[in-house]
Each structure stands twice: as structure tokens, then as C-alpha cells.
């Protein structure tokens, strides 16, 4: 029956990892990551909650975020705020693409990586 466990998975439910969003929902909010950014990582997620490849790169980032990151991790539904997300994208002169992580330190984006990029970053490296 262990074979059949470890091929198949077990029945019981696994514990979910939550992470420490911050939910990005207005303008002002990018003024304040901004002046945060300048003590401590910013990280702005932009997530399409209509995309499936979104979803699975959001699914793949939650699974191997590192809980102990010394950053402030901001989620952006840019379907319900649009607003919020063309605004990211000329405050931080980041060319909007979705799914998207968006890396700030002292005011700037100081790295940016879109879709199956976005699992590559190495942010211990930033944090």
C-alpha cells in the first residue's frame, strides 16, 4: 500500500500554505511602496485571475516562496484593478505583462520577471 501512497499521493488533505499578502488596491498604495521600498523589499505580484497559466505560475511561486523573505509581498488582481495595474507599470517604467512579479528597493524596479520567469528569480538575492 506505500507504493500505492507514494505514487498516487494520500488521501489526506494537505496543509495549505498562506502567504502574507498585501492586498494592492489603490493608487495611493504605489506611492507608499515606494517610500517603504527604501527600508525594506517591495514585491508586487500581478496576477489575471482569468488566466490559467497565471494561475499556475501564482500556484508554483506560493509552493516555493520562502515564508522567512524579509519583504512586503503585494497582490494585484489586474482585472479588478486595471487602474492599479497601468499605473504599476508607468510609475515603475515596467512594461505590463500578466502574470508578472515585480522586485522595488530604494524607489525602483530592480528586477522583473514575467511567467515561467517569475519561479526563476532567485529573491533571497533581493530581500
Not at 29 to 56: N, P
Amino acid at each position: 500500500m506505500g507504493f500505492l501512497k507514494n505514487m498516487f499521493g494520500s488521501s489526506e488533505p494537505k496543509e495549505e500554505k498562506v502567504l502574507p499578502w498585501i492586498p494592492l488596491t489603490n493608487l495611493g498604495q504605489l506611492q507608499e511602496i515606494a517610500e517603504k521600498s527604501k527600508v525594506k523589499t517591495q514585491l508586487i505580484f500581478k496576477h489575471s485571475t482569468r488566466c490559467g497559466i497565471s494561475r499556475m505560475v501564482m500556484n508554483q511561486f506560493i509552493a516555493s516562496y520562502d515564508l522567512e523573505s524579509n519583504a512586503d509581498l503585494y497582490y494585484l488582481d489586474l482585472l479588478s484593478y486595471r487602474d492599479v495595474s497601468n499605473e504599476v507599470g508607468y510609475k515603475f517604467q515596467v512594461l505590463h505583462q500578466s502574470p508578472q512579479l515585480l522586485v522595488i528597493k530604494n524607489g525602483i524596479v530592480i528586477t522583473h520577471a514575467s511567467h515561467g520567469g517569475i519561479n526563476d528569480m532567485d529573491l533571497a538575492k533581493h530581500t
